[in-house]
């Protein structure tokens, strides 16, 4: 099962305007991360915000969390095209060990 | 420093046949993990380990095999592989004793036939 739906599936912008994805969970969490795949790579972390955070901005990445509606959100700001690629969020159980990651959502950032 | 290494990058392998995907660290993390990734999907937990000697099954265990007998080290064995397990494998590490931010090797794509 997959702890992280990802919303929306697929998103195309131009460059220069802002990106944001949504993602839902269902279980308590530990931490909520944001992670960058581009295609055929590895997975690249970008940003982590603990359960008893609301937000967290690293660069031109803000993330919020809403643990009372199970949620959070990465907003890229000023997209260019070489933020081209899926991005997923990825909980971490109240363990600490188990991380389970959303379907992922994929960026297009026109030039 | 290499990072998180992978071998091989591609294999196929007949079903029934049995292999062992190979992961190595050089960072010194206690954490390492196996992941696969099917087709327009996320990835999923297959094996965790939380320091040499030390295992736990993931999301999806069933079919695989994992030993840590170094810090470095962390195969993943494939009993005998079925169609299903065609797949990209991940192999990650972290700093932490616990799961905060992985670091991923390039990935190994297998096709079972």
């Known amino acids: 099962s997959q702890q992280g739906e990802e919303d929306p599936q697929a998103l195309s912008i131009q460059e220069g305007e802002n990106a944001t994805m949504n993602c839902s969970y269902k279980?308590?969490?530990?931490?909520l991360q944001w992670y960058r795949q581009n295609s055929g790579r590895g997975l690249v972390h970008l940003i982590l915000?603990?359960?008893?955070?609301r937000e967290k901005h690293s660069g031109r990445l803000r993330v919020t969390l809403d643990t009372s509606k199970k949620s959070s959100s990465l907003l890229i700001t000023a997209s260019r095209a070489a933020d081209t690629a899926s991005y997923f969020c990825?909980?971490?159980?109240?363990?600490?060990?188990?991380?389970?990651f959303g379907a992922g959502t994929r960026l297009f950032v026109k030039a | 420093n290499a990072g998180v290494t992978q071998t091989p990058k591609f294999q196929v392998l007949k079903t029934g046949q049995s292999m062992t995907l190979q992961c190595a660290q050089d960072?010194?993390?206690?954490?390492m993990s196996w992941y696969r990734q099917d087709p327009g999907m996320g990835l999923r937990l297959i094996h965790y380990?939380?320091?040499?000697?030390?295992?736990d099954q993931g999301e999806v265990p069933n079919g695989y095999n994992v030993s840590r007998s170094t810090t470095e080290d962390f195969p993943l064995r494939l009993l005998s592989a079925a169609p299903s397990q065609t797949s990209v494998y991940f192999c990650?590490?972290?700093?932490?004793?616990?799961?905060?931010?992985?670091?991923f090797g390039p990935g190994t794509r297998l096709t079972v036939t």
């Open positions: 380990s939380v320091g040499a000697g030390i295992t």
């Open positions: 990825a909980t971490v159980d109240t363990g600490g060990f188990k991380t389970i």
């Open positions: 990650a590490s972290s700093s932490s004793g616990r799961t905060y931010e992985q670091y």
């Open positions: 960072m010194n993390h206690e954490y």
């Open positions: 915000i603990r359960s008893n955070e």
């Open positions: 279980t308590s969490i530990n931490n």
